[in-house]
């Protein structure tokens, strides 16, 4: 059958086609996985299928909040993303990655 990859490949398919956005959430790098979720590789296909990124900390205090998004930042950019996307009050919005 389909190994893993391929099978993320037709999610990943599916969410391009949908026009939604993926976060990169860090919460992983604190647990045993030890990694962003996704992780660097499905982070490249999400960029090859012109997939838009956001941040997310899953933070469960004040002080877990944007926690480690300097490493996510720099991975993200390393997948070729210029620039992230936020929301606000449901509305999208590009935040460049030059300079940081």
Not at 54 to 82: M, W
């Amino acid at each position: 059958g389909p190994g893993f990859y391929e099978k993320i490949d037709f999610i990943l398919d599916k969410i391009a086609d949908s026009k939604k956005v993926v976060e990169v959430n860090t919460s992983g790098l604190h647990h045993t996985a030890g990694q962003t979720y996704p992780d660097d590789t499905i982070l490249k296909k999400c960029r090859q299928k012109n997939i838009p990124v956001c941040l997310g900390s899953d933070a469960h205090s004040p002080e877990q909040v944007g926690r480690s998004f300097d490493t996510a930042v720099d991975q993200i950019k390393n997948a070729g993303y210029n620039f992230i996307t936020g929301f606000e009050r449901k509305n999208r919005f590009k935040v460049s990655l030059a300079g940081l």
